[in-house]
């Protein structure tokens, strides 16, 4: 009798989940994923970006590994992207034997006119770097809020070594960037898949010159590497909520 009276109210929770409307940036993102997976042919190398983005990119790319038999081998650039993989069955091949990749596919924080990016909201920001130079064709897959006219409002994230990090950030600091260290919610400073600490630094919008922000961050003992991504991008898939998508050369 009780499971009898628990049924409408259960009818009644799968109706109301059923009517919540999936947010436009996921349908777009889904769509561009999608449209990058079935540009990937047998026989590639795929680099597997991390973040939502490359997350629908890569549920759709196991789809057809499993629906299609597509043969292909890929380099995951985060634990999170490597047991989605695994979950997926996409075969992964081992980094460490490997010097070239046929293409990599990732999403960005922001966009900029020129293909300049933003990445490593994720904190996946130096493999992913990694990952892209490595690639004959570095594959940019966004939605179409993602594009922007500079660069600067999203934070810039920067890998430090946990060694004297204090010292980094200060001198991050002298250089006039407003810099504060990531933390976790459940083990305090966020630490990336290398054991690193990462930096998340506010730049002056609008960012006119990233290359020059890019050097002058780099040239610090203590960083390895900044989330800008430049000269590295080939197309760019813009996604969009009515689910058409926007290819940029």
């Known amino acids: 009798m009780m499971f009898r009276t628990r049924i409408p109210k259960l009818l009644t929770l799968v109706k109301k989940m059923a009517s919540v409307p999936v947010p436009k940036n996921a349908i777009a993102k889904e769509a561009v994923g999608k449209s990058a997976a079935a540009l990937i042919e047998s026989g590639m190398t795929v680099g597997l970006g991390s973040g939502t983005t490359a997350s629908y990119f890569i549920a759709h790319l196991g789809r057809r590994c499993r629906k299609e038999g597509l043969d292909i081998k890929a380099a995951p650039t985060s634990s999170h992207a490597l047991k989605q993989a695994q979950k997926e069955e996409i075969p992964i091949i ?36 990694v990952i892209a130079n490595m690639s004959k064709e570095f594959l940019v897959i966004v939605d179409e809020t993602k594009r922007v006219a500079h660069l600067g409002r999203f934070p810039l994230a920067v890998e430090i070594s946990p060694f004297a990090y204090m010292a980094t950030l200060a001198q991050l600091r002298n250089k006039g960037y407003s810099a504060a260290l990531r933390q976790d919610a459940r083990e305090g400073h966020y630490k990336t898949d290398n054991g690193n600490y990462i930096a998340d630094v506010q730049l002056e919008f609008p960012c006119i010159h990233p290359e020059k922000d890019h050097e002058n961050i780099h040239s610090i003992p203590g960083v390895i590497e900044t989330g800008f991504f430049l000269k590295l991008a080939g197309r760019i898939l813009v996604g969009f909520p009515d689910k058409h998508i926007e290819i940029i050369d």
């Open 94 to 129: 081992d980094i460490e034997t490997c010097i070239s990749l046929d293409i990599a596919v990732d999403g960005a924080d922001e966009v900029d006119p020129q293909k300049r990016m933003i990445k490593g909201g994720g904190g996946a920001l130096f493999r992913e770097k």
